[in-house]
């Protein structure tokens, strides 16, 4: 089993930044990586980011490409999400979620382990 825990949430306005993270514990060993989903109000949780636990290869949708920043502390078994230049879209719960194996990084469904989520809220 692994236990994800999420940090870092808060309430910031349009062009500000929030920093996430998420703390990994128990059998970690096999992390193959680890992302981020959000999850705004009546829509569907949708992918963010990921990182390759071992290469250190990074994935980002479309939307956050640029503005978003995912990183990992191997050392520390934690990843972090560095949100920088947020509009009101970006609102929503924040997942860290883990997966083992190789399966594509972008569905949830690849993922095992998730943390409980942390509320970004960006106001106009």
């Known amino acids: 089993q692994v236990q994800l825990v999420e940090s870092g949430g808060g309430l910031v306005q349009a062009g500000g930044s929030l920093t996430l993270s998420c703390a990994a514990s128990?059998?970690?060993?096999?992390?193959?990586?680890m992302g981020w989903f959000r999850q705004a109000p009546g829509r569907k949780r949708e992918f963010v980011t990921s990182?390759?636990?071992?290469?250190?290869?990074?994935y980002y949708a479309d939307s956050v490409k640029v503005r978003f920043t995912i990183s990992r502390d191997i050392a520390k078994n934690t990843v972090y999400l560095q949100m920088n230049s947020l509009r009101p879209e970006d609102t929503g719960v924040y997942y860290c979620?883990?997966?083992?194996?190789?399966?594509?990084?972008?569905?949830?469904?690849?993922?095992?382990?998730w943390g409980q989520g942390t509320q970004g809220t960006v106001s106009s």
């Open positions: 979620a883990s997966k083992v194996g190789d399966r594509s990084t972008y569905y949830d469904n690849n993922y095992g382990y």
């Open positions: 128990g059998r970690t060993s096999s992390t193959n990586a």
């Open positions: 990182i390759s636990w071992s290469s250190g290869n990074t």
